[in-house]
């Protein structure tokens, strides 16, 4: 028989019925991965993306529960690499929907002829590297194997959905689901009483979805967060026409600020103008559509101190106005951690729901989740009888979507063990003892594509320097690891992002280690890291 090894990869196709060989392997074909696809093999390679779900789109994929949407504006979140697409894609709102989000990324797959190199419903289970082939050989659950020089992960930053380990929840004689595996074929709530664990960004967005329908609706609580009107809408033809008039102009923009928003902040501290002015600018913006509210405000209401409490009261208040019961607007008011600290939902009549007679607000902090019964959830003082619980509880990030695969580099060394402290890279792209690896999903935060566009053309453009140069593998000295892990741990700490117990920094899952997941820094000081980096013949990392 033939070594497959010794065959001419040829243009994604798998070589033989024992293991597939290619240049490149991607794990996930969600916006990530689809666009890393278009671009390996732009370069002529060979690859191969595996996809655990049915359909492409990750995160616009597994995310179809009621009311997912975005909340960057729908004309900054589409891929800019092809004008032919920027000029051929509607987006029919502001803040656009799943369904609309799904449409668009098969679009792409279909439009770019992406699908023929995209296995479906394949869980890569192992991703294991043979350093005297320097190679990596991963394999799905169902069995398949396959080979190749490069394997990068684009499985997302939020994937591993985490469902609490609540004593019981097998007796439940009702439905259950969370919120990222929402089935295909839906859910019928109506005429059900519901309760829903969680009430974070996807929380808000499914309570006030489904408060329209079901009979009765039990929202157990356990932090309160900052929200803030959405204030979506259709895209008008005329607007249609602007936007895709400025599409570099909108991109330009993007680029320039830290979370790769369309929004640049004030430059001025909310503390030095007058009490009336900076009022008078959180009301104008408060009357603007997403995440301007803050984007666009003074620089300092996200930065930890005065500004950013002053702020935090102004929005508590806001909140306050719109609930009619004292009682419950005080349980729904943030006041244990700082504005900015959690990722703030943005919502369309989140609050408004709890003045409907169906819907019951229960603080879980107060009298803690006990245990689910055949009937519904046991509280510290009640019992909470329902039909269908819905787990809107987060995810384990970053490293939990890494942590289900067994990645085995050099010496045979766990990817879990080395990251059992938190994230150990350089700049979250590489990890060393594991050449040739690239783990792009902890790299990318703010506004997703256009955080994860330059970062899969570096990724690309690394690929093709280690391949024009004969070389045969590239990873992180031990030293540039280090030297980053100690930056994202010293520069980390002085961020609003690590002030309270949330997922960017694992604090959401019981025993994972508290360390930032992502890179401090703001997305231009990323890109002219990366930039100098490959300038300097990928300063920091070992090229063999
Ligand atoms: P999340 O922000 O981690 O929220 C999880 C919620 O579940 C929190 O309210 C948490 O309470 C609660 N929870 C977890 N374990 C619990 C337990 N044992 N008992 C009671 N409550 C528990 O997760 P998410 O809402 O899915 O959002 C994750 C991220 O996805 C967001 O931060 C955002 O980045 C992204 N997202 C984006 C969009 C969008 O772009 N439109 C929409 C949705 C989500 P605590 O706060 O007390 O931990």
């Known amino acids: 028989m033939e070594n497959p090894l010794q065959q001419t990869p040829g243009a994604g196709t798998a070589l033989t019925e024992e293991v597939a060989q290619f240049d490149a392997i991607i794990i996930g074909a969600g916006i990530t991965g689809l666009y890393q696809l ?3 093999r732009q370069l002529g390679l060979s690859v191969r993306v595996y996809e655990d779900g049915a359909g492409v789109g990750g995160t616009w994929y597994w995310n179809r529960y009621p009311g997912a949407r975005f909340d960057s504006e729908s ?3 589409g891929y800019s690499f092809s004008e032919e697409l920027l000029q051929e894609w509607d987006w029919k709102e502001h803040f656009s929907g799943q369904p609309e989000n799904e449409r668009y990324l098969n679009y792409v797959a279909d439009k770019f002829d992406l699908r023929r190199d995209i296995r479906l419903n394949a869980r890569v289970a192992s991703a294991v590297y043979d350093e005297r082939e320097n190679i990596w050989q991963i394999q799905t659950e169902d069995g398949h ?5 490069f394997l990068i992960t684009a499985v997302g930053l939020l994937s591993a959905h985490y469902v609490p380990d609540f ?7 009702g439905a259950w689901c969370h919120t990222g595996r929402w089935p295909k074929e839906g859910m019928d709530l109506r005429g059900k009483r519901v309760g829903v664990i969680g009430t974070g960004a996807t929380g ?17 609580q356990r932090t309160a967060n900052y929200c803030a009107p959405l204030r979506n809408g259709p895209i008008d033809p005329e607007t249609q026409r602007r936007i895709k008039a400025s599409y570099p102009e909108i991109f330009k923009k993007c680029s320039e600020t830290p ?3 369309m929004h640049q902040f004030d430059p001025r501290s909310a503390l030095e103008v007058s009490p009336e002015e900076r009022l008078a600018q959180y009301e104008r913006l408060w009357a603007e559509p997403g995440f301007k509210k803050w984007l666009a405000n003074f620089h300092d209401v996200m930065i930890p101190g005065e500004a950013n409490e002053d702020y935090a009261k102004f929005v508590r208040n806001k909140i ?3 609930i009619k019961d004292p009682v419950v607007a005080e349980k729904l008011v943030p006041k244990d951690h700082m504005f900015g600290s959690k990722r703030l939902p943005c919502e369309s009549g989140y609050y408004e729901v709890y003045n409907q007679d169906n819907v019951l607000l229960v603080d879980v902090r107060e009298a803690p989740i006990e245990r689910i019964t055949p009937k519904g959830v046991k509280t510290a003082d009640a019992e909470y009888e329902l039909d269908v619980i819905i787990f809107a509880t987060g995810y384990d990030a970053v490293t939990g979507s890494l942590n289900r695969i067994d990645i085995r580099g050099e010496g045979g060394q766990t990817l879990k063990a080395k990251f059992a402290q938190g994230p150990r890279t350089y700049m979250g792209i590489q990890s060393a003892g594991f050449p040739n690896l690239f783990t792009i999903n902890s790299a990318s935060v703010g506004n997703f594509v256009r955080a994860a566009e330059p970062l899969v053309d570096w990724v690309s453009d690394c690929i093709c320097y280690v391949r024009n140069h004969q070389f045969s593998r590239i990873s992180p000295t031990p030293q540039a690891e280090a030297a980053w892990t100690q930056h994202v741990a010293e520069a980390g700490a002085k961020i609003l992002r690590t002030q309270a117990d949330s997922w ?3 604090a959401n899952i019981p025993g994972k280690a508290r360390a930032l997941l992502t890179s401090p820094d703001s997305a231009p000081v990323m890109r002219a890291k990366r930039a100098e980096v490959a300038a300097k013949g990928y300063e920091g990392f070992l090229l063999q």
Do not use: N
């Open 75 to 77: 004309y900054t979140y």
């Open 145 to 149: 194997r396959a080979r190749a020089q």
């Open 504 to 506: 960017f920094v694992g």
């Open 259 to 261: 979370g790769s928003f």
């Open 167 to 173: 004593a019981g929840l097998d007796s439940f004689k």
């Open 204 to 220: 808000v967005q499914l309570i006030t979805e489904i408060a329209k329908e079901v009979v009765h609706l039990t929202v157990f």
């Open 320 to 322: 306050r106005e719109r």
């Open 38 to 40: 278009y671009r390996l």
